[in-house]
């Protein structure tokens, strides 16, 4: 099974908005409300910051957001800080037997 | 304070083999599914194997199946994940991964990961 789509590269300006994509299938992503994403800085594990589609877990700050429309997922970052650079990846449950599917991720620059 | 440390890890010939162990704390371990997933080098995450929280239930990636095996011992609140046949491909660190409360998906702790390299 094909990764979920995402876009390989965004970047925005301190204090800006982004909004970072992720495309798959009626069988993952349109078909459950178990998107999930992660943030990963080199060389640390990933981070989640968003599941359920738009679950903050503690301790996430509240700039970070996330909606589902059909098929396609998004991750908002408002209020982007220095920080905020790393690798961005959704994920799904799926319905075929890999069971979980994760996108290509994202790398955010922020310039 | 949740803690996952994965080891095992090394430099290991094609078609060779390895175990890889988490060992988890400061949560109730039989209670939540557990995943290993692994990142290529410069490359995205994949999903390899979940085991549901009784160690019951296992499922892997279309990739692995056959060749890697999960499983857990409750009783000593630890992970692991046995990697036969090993090819290049194989190579990535790994990470195990604790589930979300009464998923499968979605991965709120994650260990350090442990190294594989698959070379001759």
């Known amino acids: 099974q094909s990764a979920l789509t995402q876009p390989a590269s965004v970047s925005g300006s301190p204090g800006q908005s982004i909004t970072i994509s992720c495309t798959g299938t009626s069988s993952d992503v349109g078909g459950y409300n178990y998107v999930s994403w992660y943030q990963q800085h080199p060389g640390k594990a990933p981070k989640l910051m968003i599941y359920d589609v738009s679950n903050r877990p503690s301790g996430v700050s509240n700039r970070f957001s996330g909606s589902k429309s059909g098929n396609t997922a998004s991750l908002t970052i408002s209020g982007l800080q220095a920080e905020d650079e790393a690798d961005y990846y959704c994920s799904s449950h799926t319905s075929s037997s890999t069971l979980v599917i994760f996108g290509g991720g994202t790398k955010l620059t922020v310039l | 304070e949740v803690q996952l440390l994965e080891s095992g890890g090394g430099l290991v010939q094609p078609g060779g083999s390895l175990r890889l162990s988490c060992a988890a704390s400061g949560f109730t371990f039989s209670s939540y599914a557990m995943s290993w997933v692994r990142q290529a080098p410069g490359r995205g995450l994949e999903w390899v194997s979940a085991?549901?929280?009784?160690?019951?239930?296992?499922y892997h990636a279309d990739s692995v199946k056959g060749r890697f095996t999960i499983s857990r011992d409750n009783s000593h609140n630890t992970l692991y994940l046995q990697l036969n046949s090993l090819r290049a491909e194989d190579t990535a660190i790994y990470y195990c991964?604790?589930?979300?409360?009464?998923?499968?998906?979605?991965?709120?702790?994650w260990g350090q990961g442990t190294l594989v390299t698959v070379s001759s």
């Open positions: 991964a604790k589930a979300v409360a009464g998923h499968w998906a979605g991965f709120d702790y």
């Open positions: 085991v549901s929280g009784g160690g019951g239930s296992t």
